[in-house]
């Protein structure tokens, strides 16, 4: 079986619509997009979007994600103090879909990008097939990492009784939020073509 790549039979694919042609064309003949044999500066701007959901990881696990009020009473609750309360309330499998939803699939997607991208800086030449694997990974499991978000925006919704019973959105949830969404961009910037370049 051939290593040969695209790039080097000379054929270039629309990151736009998939619609393939010869090298050195410089607009996609289907839908117009300008083509690229790999997207400009792909590495850096992964980087750039990584770092910063990296960064608002912190306040979004440190920061209350709700406010929760109660007869006048009121209680802030992190990702983490939720986990326990479920836990506390004998709600383990809840509790524990939150943990994994929450705390380790961002872990894991962030673990995971670090990997690929160095190993792409790296010029690892080893485990193609795995890294490219991965990267589906991360995209898939994007979609299914705002969970807590969701929760919080349907309590929200239903929970207002006024000054009896209110659910407010914490700023631990916005920053849960834009981390969610900054590393689905850093995913979808990183040109997985990279990983199956001819490396020495």
């Known amino acids: 079986m051939s290593d040969l790549t695209a790039a080097q039979a000379g054929i270039w694919r629309c990151s736009a619509c998939g619609k393939l042609h010869l090298a050195g064309t410089a607009h996609c003949q289907r839908c117009g997009a300008a083509l690229y044999e790999r997207i400009p500066h792909s590495l850096q701007r992964a980087w750039a979007w990584l770092i910063a959901g990296m960064i608002l990881y912190v306040p979004a696990n440190l920061y209350p994600i ?6 006048g009473r009121t209680s802030d609750s992190t990702i983490i103090g939720g986990v326990l309360m479920l836990y506390q309330h ?29 190993s792409i800086q790296l010029k690892k030449q080893a485990g193609c097939e795995e890294q490219h694997r991965l990267y589906h990974l991360v995209e898939f ?10 929760v919080v925006a349907i309590l929200a919704a239903l929970i207002q009784f006024g000054s009896l019973a209110q659910v407010i959105p914490g700023v631990g ?10 590393t689905m961009i850093a995913a979808i910037h990183l040109d997985p073509r990279l990983l199956w370049d001819k490396r020495p």
């Open 66 to 71: 709700m406010r929760n009020a109660y007869l």
């Open 141 to 150: 499991v994007g979609r299914w990492s705002m969970v807590d978000v969701f």
């Open 90 to 118: 004998h709600a383990y499998s809840v509790a524990a879909v939150v943990f994994i939803a929450s705390v380790l699939i961002p872990l894991l997607k962030f673990l995971v990008m670090i990997y690929l991208l160095l």
């Open 173 to 182: 949830a916005g920053a849960f939020a834009m981390m969610v969404v900054f």
